[in-house]
């Protein structure tokens, strides 16, 4: 394993173009920081605008269930930017709001870059097969499990799941849609 080359922690990382804070994180393979920055470059660009996402005036009740579902399709289709920042906001806000979780993702960091700092000086064998960053990852992973299980991680997840349902399911389904959109879905109602 050589250390300079796949260092995502040393120096070198900082110093090129576009790596900022994204390249000095830790990503998969064939990711790059500037895979993730173009893709919420192109969320951003792409969102609705807020006042008219949350019109009060443009939402009401479906008259059938055809008409549910053709609203959820489309403002699905529509607002799925919208959506985007509305689950990143949920998970936020979960993630602040639980102190036990943000220092169970400290403890998941800080094992990760101890693991990786151990493999940097010598290469980490464990029952004679050498491990691989998603080995380590795991390990990380094992290790901070009981930190997160303390954290309650799991009922946090499935909040999140939850509101984020509730929140655009519901936004989905009662949000009329635009004339134009109606134009391209005339469906027979059931």
């Not at 998969?28 to 949350?54: E, Y």
């Not at 509305?86 to 943000?102: D, E």
């Not at 940097?120 to 795991?138: A, D, S």
């Amino acid at each position: 394993m050589d250390g300079k080359a796949s260092d995502p922690f040393s120096s070198e990382a900082e110093q090129l173009p576009g790596a900022g804070v994204m390249g000095r994180l830790w990503l998969p393979k064939g990711v790059s920081g500037t895979v993730i920055k173009d893709w919420v470059d192109r969320r951003r660009k792409s969102i609705r605008p807020w006042a008219g996402f949350v019109d009060q005036r443009k939402f009401s009740k479906p008259r059938n269930f055809g008409e549910l579902c053709q609203r959820v399709v489309r403002n699905l289709n529509t607002y799925h930017s919208n959506y985007t920042f509305i689950f990143l906001g949920l998970i936020l806000y979960c993630i602040i709001s639980s102190p036990m979780l943000l220092i169970a993702l400290g403890v998941f960091a800080g094992a990760f870059y101890i693991i990786h700092l151990k493999t940097l000086e010598k290469k980490l064998v464990v029952f004679g097969r050498e491990l691989t960053q998603g080995h380590q990852l795991g390990l990380a992973g094992g290790v901070s499990f009981p930190v997160f299980w303390l954290a309650g991680a799991g009922s946090a997840v499935f909040w999140i799941l939850g509101a984020t349902l509730v929140v655009i399911g519901s936004h989905a389904a009662f949000r009329e849609l635009e004339s134009s959109d109606m134009d391209e879905l005339l469906m027979e109602p059931v």
